[in-house]
């Protein structure tokens, strides 16, 4: 057995793991490269061998080269959970859209071809793998084969787990035929999160591959997160004008949507009822809306907080102050209104990296308004515009425009979709048999080495390899 890095190895996107074994080789994530890691789209290595694809979840840096690897022969099945076989298909065509600009009757073709091959497993189950194989090549080494057409044998059983990362999002068990388990961490969530239910760790993993995002770095707390959103935007609010929050259309913008509701039903005075009822809650990513349709559609997989919130009677992600703006129409008028009026407002719009969507015209009108505030609730990749905005530029390039940055920038991490070091440790150290091997991908350099370094000292592992260095 051994697995190869295609992507992740050295930064946090591109996510792509090849594990093979005698029996036959099954990929695990197909991301896009993003920011300073972005690389050319093609795939680079044999893809007809490969078995099965096994996707954790459907942020773009971890299933968007799957169109490219279909383009490269890529026919196996495709291994995910139920939640993630809904959303997928959604994702790549906003992907195909944005990146290539392919029109609506290309990218159903391609996106027919991908929803004929995903297989949706429940969360918790045992899954056989096999691998067809043709009689001629059987025959030789088993006498229980058939004379013709093709056969199967088992190359792995695999069990999808709750990764508490976003809607869907697991971590995959891999059991082998030779006794061995490996398992592969896909992003994991922080603990406590309202939305979502924390990842359990499991019971073994001669073999651990786990993520690094957040490996030398502790989140505030997700308790106070909300108490300090409510702060932000009190402060926002005596200034007058936008509050802009760049959000990933997975996972983030449900995570925001969720708080602000609870905000405004429990946690304010009278005064700032009275304020904050007037202010409209807007939703301006048409991606964010069918995504966040899903998560109403899958309220079985909540956290039991949000569960008994529902139960209640409220509507945390559906609520009245909450305005969608879905056609493009609309949205350029409102972000001319609010340039015009600095009327105060709380936008949540993609993409979370400001890297593209919609976000970028609020961004380019607004950011030199001293009114404005931009809070950054996620992780900014080297390069990405939501980077050079946290890290202090007075000026940033739009679409080809230099604007000044006058507005107040604020970072929280306590609304990060990634587990920090201490939840990275604490889901190795839950793991009831140690690991023979962890291997550490999915972070900067620094954070590989951060994780690898604590793992060592605990002696959580017999071995540590860091994906950086291989």
Same mark, same amino acid.
């Given at each position: 057995?051994?697995?190869?890095?295609?992507?992740?190895?050295?930064?946090?996107?591109?996510s792509c793991h090849q594990l093979n074994t005698d029996e036959g080789k099954l990929?695990?994530?197909?991301?896009?490269?993003?920011?300073?890691?972005?690389?050319?789209?093609?795939?680079?290595?044999?893809?007809?061998?490969?078995?099965?694809?096994?996707?954790?979840?459907?942020?773009?840096?971890?299933?968007?080269?799957?169109?490219?690897?279909?383009?490269?022969?890529?026919?196996?099945?495709?291994?995910?959970?139920?939640?993630?076989?809904?959303l997928m298909p959604m994702m790549l065509d906003d992907g195909l859209r944005l990146?290539?600009?392919?029109?609506?009757?290309?990218?159903?073709?391609?996106?027919?071809?991908?929803?004929?091959?995903?297989?949706?497993?429940?969360?918790?189950?045992?899954?056989?793998?096999?691998?067809?194989?043709?009689?001629?090549?059987?025959?030789?080494?088993?006498?229980?084969?058939?004379?013709?057409?093709?056969?199967?044998?088992?190359?792995?059983?695999?069990?999808?787990?709750?990764?508490?990362?976003?809607?869907?999002?697991?971590?995959?068990?891999?059991?082998?035929?030779?006794?061995?388990?490996?398992?592969?961490?896909?992003?994991?969530?922080?603990?406590?999160?309202?939305?979502?239910?924390?990842?359990?760790?499991?019971?073994?993993?001669?073999?651990?591959?786990?993520?690094?995002?957040?490996?030398?770095?502790?989140?505030?707390?997700?308790?106070?997160?909300?108490?300090?959103?409510?702060?932000?935007?009190?402060?926002?609010?005596?200034?007058?004008?936008?509050?802009?929050?760049?959000?990933?259309?997975?996972?983030?913008?449900?995570?925001?949507?969720?708080?602000?509701?609870?905000?405004?039903?429990?946690s304010l005075t009278d005064d700032e009822k009275r304020t904050w009822s007037t202010?409209?809650?807007?939703?301006?990513?048409?991606?964010?809306?069918?995504?966040?349709?899903?998560?109403?559609?899958?309220?079985?997989?909540?956290?039991?907080?949000?569960?008994?919130?529902?139960?209640?009677?409220?509507?945390? =992600? *559906? %609520?009245?102050?909450? #305005? @969608?703006?879905?056609?493009?129409?609309?949205? &350029?008028?409102?972000?001319?209104?609010?340039? /015009?009026?600095?009327?105060?407002?709380?936008?949540?719009?993609?993409?979370?990296?400001?890297?593209?969507?919609?976000?970028?015209?609020?961004?380019?009108?607004?950011?030199?308004?001293?009114?404005?505030?931009?809070?950054?609730?996620?992780?900014?990749?080297?390069?990405?515009?939501?980077?050079?905005?946290?890290?202090?530029?007075?000026?940033?390039?739009?679409?080809?425009?230099?604007?000044?940055?006058?507005?107040?920038?604020?970072?929280?991490?306590?609304?990060?979709?990634?587990?920090?070091?201490?939840?990275? =440790? *604490? %889901?190795?150290?839950? #793991? @009831?048999?140690?690991?023979?091997?962890?291997? &550490?991908?999915?972070?900067?350099?620094?954070? /590989?080495?951060?994780?690898?370094?604590?793992?060592?000292?605990?002696?959580?592992?017999?071995?540590?390899?860091?994906?950086?260095?291989?």
């Amino acid at each position: 057995m051994n697995i190869i890095h295609h992507g992740a190895k050295d930064g946090v996107t591109g996510s792509c793991h090849q594990l093979n074994t005698d029996e036959g080789k099954l990929l695990i994530d197909c991301g896009l490269f993003q920011g300073d890691e972005s690389k050319p789209l093609n795939i680079d290595f044999p893809v007809k061998d490969i078995d099965a694809l096994l996707v954790t979840h459907t942020h773009i840096d971890h299933i968007g080269r799957i169109p490219w690897l279909l383009a490269a022969g890529f026919r196996a099945p495709i291994y995910c959970t139920e939640a993630t076989a809904q959303l997928m298909p959604m994702m790549l065509d906003d992907g195909l859209r944005l990146q290539l600009g392919m029109k609506t009757r290309q990218r159903k073709r391609v996106l027919n071809l991908i929803r004929s091959l995903i297989r949706p497993i429940k969360y918790n189950t045992w899954t056989d793998i096999k691998r067809a194989s043709t009689a001629s090549t059987q025959i030789a080494s088993s006498s229980k084969s058939s004379a013709s057409g093709p056969i199967t044998s088992t190359i792995a059983s695999i069990r999808f787990q709750p990764a508490g990362h976003i809607l869907g999002s697991s971590y995959i068990e891999v059991d082998l035929p030779n006794g061995e388990r490996v398992v592969f961490s896909g992003d994991l969530g922080p603990s406590n999160t309202p939305l979502l239910p924390d990842p359990i760790s499991p019971e073994r993993a001669d073999v651990l591959v786990i993520e690094s995002t957040y490996g030398d770095k502790t989140h505030e707390s997700i308790a106070s997160r909300a108490e300090r959103l409510k702060a932000l935007i009190n402060r926002s609010l005596s200034d007058g004008g936008v509050i802009v929050i760049p959000a990933f259309s997975v996972g983030r913008t449900q995570e925001l949507l969720f708080d602000i509701e609870n905000l405004l039903a429990t946690s304010l005075t009278d005064d700032e009822k009275r304020t904050w009822s007037t202010i409209p809650v807007i939703l301006d990513s048409p991606m964010a809306a069918k995504v966040t349709e899903q998560y109403r559609a899958f309220k079985s997989l909540w956290s039991q907080e949000a569960k008994t919130i529902l139960d209640s009677g409220r509507h945390p =992600l *559906a %609520f009245d102050q909450c #305005i @969608t703006i879905h056609t493009h129409r609309d949205h &350029i008028g409102l972000v001319n209104r609010l340039k /015009q009026t600095g009327e105060p407002a709380i936008v949540v719009a993609a993409s979370g990296m400001c890297n593209g969507g919609r976000v970028l015209n609020y961004l380019k009108a607004l950011l030199p308004d001293k009114r404005t505030d931009v809070i950054l609730a996620g992780y900014q990749a080297r390069g990405t515009l939501g980077r050079n905005i946290q890290r202090g530029d007075k000026h940033v390039n739009i679409d080809g425009e230099n604007i000044a940055i006058n507005a107040h920038i604020h970072t929280m991490s306590g609304y990060s979709a990634h587990a920090d070091r201490d939840d990275l =440790l *604490a %889901f190795i150290e839950g #793991i @009831t048999q140690k690991p023979n091997e962890i291997r &550490i991908v999915h972070g900067d350099k620094h954070a /590989q080495e951060a994780l690898g370094g604590e793992v060592e000292e605990r002696g959580l592992a017999e071995k540590v390899v860091l994906a950086v260095k291989v």
